[in-house]
């Protein structure tokens, strides 16, 4: 006769086995008609919430540290911060909430820029710099204006876009601010040209949104995206490339696109192979970069405004608002293939051959074969035990493998954070 303690242990142990590898907590491969994959194993998840769940912020692109993720999480009432979590598994390396405005400030963070441990970014008239090995402040400033929410650069130079002081406070415009993410000082550096003939909205002369470090023979540029007002509500968009070593503009006025309404660039430029490739409206454009020549110009039915586009193994993937999957090729503009997307998306981000990103209008974590066009993961989070959820339009997240293995994918849902083995 087995003795009471005995008895206890064992079933203590059934229901300690049982509510572990229960099939609910341990989401099985699952595909739907297509063949898609809409459910897999996570390596890890973790609770971006430490109490009651709230708005945990938004991160357009994802930024690592030693290969390392750093996501959005909250704490209770107003405690917003950023985390970085080892990408083993998903546990805590430090927490950041050095926000100036604790109450009301919440994390969302457009472009920004890296070098090695520091990260910069801004949050309307606030600048932070962060150092992500230690996850404390490197410096941070209040400004007396606010600043777009993009940031780029090179090393320790960065770029920003913020009204001058040159122009009455009556006439809005954004010019290009210099940086250096060391010392921390800020100071008005490029004004393109506004002609100042139509005030865009009644009050705007024009703004930068793009400054891009290029540089060649031994020269450095900005390649420089603008935008000014040409009648009622039309923009009109430039390419400029600014001589950096010289202080002068080698061109100013290349025109990407015709006037429109939406006639602006808001994602960020993609270089490559001395070519810069542009999103205005409707519109992608294929420039040369020496020159502003352009070679070659696309419209879509929708913008690519809330995704993005990229370059990876000579295929250019355009995400796009009308609910398809674009790929191109570079050089000629010629379609290579089409696939159905889900419109408004998160940024994609690449492995291996697959694009990864979060659809608005499914919630689920998508991923694409850039050869092939094919879709293989729809990744729906209510078969993964979240019923109600959706992943979420923030960042997706890509850490290469090691040692001839599989990397990982990380998204985030609105409860958790999870980590999958990539597709490829």
Known sequence: MKSPILNTVMLF??????????KEDIPSFRTNEDGEFISLPYIWKK?????????????????????????PM???GSGRSLAMLNQENGEIIWEWDDRFVYETEEILMGKHHQDKNLLLHTAGSRIYCMNLETGKTQWRNRSDRSF?????GKDSDFYLFGRSDAFPDSIDQLIVFKGDMHPGKIEEYLTPDFSGDHLYGGKSIGSVTAAVPYDFDDKEHLIVIWQEGISGYNLQSYLGLWDKTNNKWIYEKSIIV??????????PPVVHEGRVYLAVGFELACHDIRTGTQEWKRRFDGE???S??????????????????????PISGTQLWKTRGSGTSSYMSYLNGVVYF???ATGNLHAIDIVSGKTVWKIDINQLGEKGDRFRTSAVYIIPGQNNKKGKVIALGGLNAYCFEAYR
Not at 47 to 71: A, M, R
Not at 148 to 152: I, Q
Not at 318 to 325: A, C, L, S, T
């Open 13 to 22: 142990l059934i229901i300690f086995l049982g509510s572990s590898c229960s």
């Open 47 to 71: 609770g971006l919430h430490k109490s009651s769940p709230e708005y945990f912020g938004f991160l357009k692109f994802p930024i690592y540290f030693n290969q390392n993720p750093v996501i």
């Open 74 to 76: 909250t704490n209770g």
């Open 148 to 152: 777009w929410s993009h940031v780029y």
């Open 258 to 267: 015709e006037p429109s309404l939406n006639g602006t660039l808001l994602n």
């Open 304 to 306: 690519t405004f809330f």
């Open 308 to 329: 993005n586009f990229l370059i990876e193994e000579g295929k250019l993937v355009v995400n796009n608002e009308d609910q398809f999957v674009y790929c191109l090729d």
């Open 358 to 360: 979060v659809g608005g």
